[in-house]
Nanobody, 121 residues
Framework: QVQLVESGGGSVQPGGSSRLSCAAS????????MGWYRQAPGKQRELVAT???????RYVDSVKGRFTISGDNAKNTVYLQMNSLKPEDTAVYYC???????????????WGQGTQVTVST
């Protein structure tokens, strides 16, 4: 099973930047994709950005042009660079991974514990 440990986040002023990291560890055959989701108070968890092992990325429209997801396959780590942050970006950000335990192709998913990002003056 994959364990995900997130770091980064905290408080930042509007227009500022922050970087999140998520490192995957444990016993697995491969990780096919990793991503970031967020959940604001009173709202459902939403996808922010994902990246496949091949480097393909996807973003929610609200962060396009401001956030960049990147990955280091050798370190099983994914990053989320967040620029031009807005108060509406305030949320708990969760790391997610899709992984397989063997070559059979069964895909599992796991979540990190979440890290708070607060954008305010």
């Amino acid at each position: 099973q994959v364990q995900l440990v997130e770091s980064g986040g905290g408080s930042v002023q509007p227009g500022g930047s922050s970087r999140l990291s998520c490192a995957a560890s444990g016993s697995f055959f491969s990780i096919s994709a990793m991503g970031w989701y967020r959940q604001a108070p009173g709202k459902q968890r939403e996808l922010v950005a994902t990246i496949t092992s091949g480097g393909s990325t996807r973003y929610v429209d609200s962060v396009k042009g401001r956030f960049t997801i990147s990955g280091d396959n050798a370190k099983n780590t994914v990053y989320l660079q967040m620029n031009s942050l807005k108060p509406e970006d305030t949320a708990v950000y969760y790391c997610n991974a899709l992984y397989s335990l063997s070559k059979s192709g069964l895909v599992f998913t796991n979540w990190g514990q979440g890290t708070q990002v607060t954008v305010s003056t």
